[in-house]
């Protein structure tokens, strides 16, 4: 049985996170971490990580950037790896998260969905062969109307992994508004979609001469970030000190 620390335990993706744990034979939360404590939970729930006495063998951080340097301190004191699922990270901030790696494991990704980590591999392999053959490459990422930041992190990851396959010979063109001008044949543009309560959907573009190409990934609910952090929880319980990411726990 893993035993699991849930940070942001009484947010949306904390609760998705319960109820996938509550039905898994295999991951127990023995304690939650929440400024909100006064909701009932199937464990105790502290209003900071510091005031767990509870012993386990990974946390989950579902929380908010504010509180990640408290996160990585008792995860490299106790000795507890984490899965980090907080987003908006600052480059400082990465650089902590690098530097606690080094003692402790931890892994980092953008997106927690297996299948967006699938396609982080399928489109490298499609850039290598359509790129050099003239295809230009568009991210479309679309989400709900209560998004605060655009381009989304995924999207800026998914762009990531297509100029990886390049040898990081592209650029990104996130608005054309600005000037006019035909399109660069190196740059990679990104646009993003503010709407309704789409949950998240990404669409890679690869257009050629006369032919069109579109790998898509759909997010119906949260619940597919919430097993892909649960299945990193499993992966990364044990390993020993590293940053991992969810290729990790795709080629295990």
């Given at each position: 049985?893993?035993k699991?620390?849930l940070c942001g335990c009484?947010?949306?993706?904390?609760?998705?996170?319960s109820?996938?744990?509550?039905?898994d034979?295999?991951?127990q939360?023995v304690?939650g971490?929440?400024?909100n404590?006064e909701?009932?939970?199937?464990?105790?729930?502290?209003?900071r990580?510091?005031e767990?006495?509870r012993?386990a063998?990974v946390i989950?951080d579902f929380?908010h950037?504010?509180v990640?340097?408290?996160?990585l301190?008792?995860?490299?004191?106790?000795?507890?790896?984490?899965v980090?699922c907080t987003t908006?990270?600052s480059?400082?901030q990465?650089?902590?998260?690098e530097?606690s790696?080094e003692?402790?494991?931890?892994l980092?990704?953008a997106n927690m969905?297996?299948?967006?980590n699938?396609l982080l591999k399928?489109?490298?392999?499609?850039?290598?062969?359509?790129?050099?053959?003239?295809?230009?490459?568009e991210i479309?990422?679309r989400h709900?109307?209560?998004?605060?930041d655009?381009?989304?992190?995924?999207?800026?990851a998914?762009?990531?992994?297509?100029?990886q396959?390049?040898?990081q010979e592209y650029?990104?063109?996130y608005?054309?508004s600005a000037e006019?001008?035909?399109?660069?044949?190196?740059?990679?543009g990104?646009?993003a979609v503010?709407?309704?309560?789409?949950v998240?959907?990404h669409?890679?573009?690869?257009?050629?001469?006369?032919?069109?190409?579109?790998l898509?990934?759909?997010?119906?609910?949260?619940a597919?970030?919430g097993n892909g952090?649960v299945?990193?929880?499993?992966?990364?319980?044990g390993?020993?000190?590293g940053?991992?990411?969810?290729s990790?726990?795709?080629?295990?």
């Amino acid at each position: 049985m893993i035993k699991i620390i849930l940070c942001g335990c009484n947010g949306k993706m904390g609760q998705v996170i319960s109820e996938i744990v509550g039905n898994d034979a295999e991951t127990q939360i023995v304690a939650g971490i929440d400024l909100n404590t006064e909701a009932k939970n199937g464990y105790p729930v502290f209003a900071r990580i510091a005031e767990c006495d509870r012993e386990a063998d990974v946390i989950i951080d579902f929380s908010h950037p504010s509180v990640l340097s408290e996160v990585l301190q008792y995860s490299v004191t106790r000795q507890v790896p984490l899965v980090l699922c907080t987003t908006g990270l600052s480059e400082e901030q990465i650089k902590e998260v690098e530097n606690s790696a080094e003692q402790v494991a931890i892994l980092r990704s953008a997106n927690m969905s297996l299948g967006i980590n699938m396609l982080l591999k399928l489109i490298q392999e499609a850039a290598k062969i359509l790129a050099p053959a003239g295809f230009d490459m568009e991210i479309v990422e679309r989400h709900h109307n209560q998004k605060l930041d655009a381009p989304s992190g995924t999207a800026l990851a998914l762009a990531d992994s297509l100029n990886q396959a390049m040898n990081q010979e592209y650029f990104y063109k996130y608005d054309r508004s600005a000037e006019r001008a035909k399109r660069n044949k190196k740059e990679i543009g990104i646009s993003a979609v503010r709407g309704g309560t789409i949950v998240g959907e990404h669409e890679i573009i690869f257009a050629g001469k006369d032919e069109v190409i579109e790998l898509k990934h759909t997010a119906y609910s949260k619940a597919i970030f919430g097993n892909g952090a649960v299945q990193a929880a499993k992966f990364l319980a044990g390993c020993p000190a590293g940053l991992y990411d969810m290729s990790d726990v795709i080629e295990e």
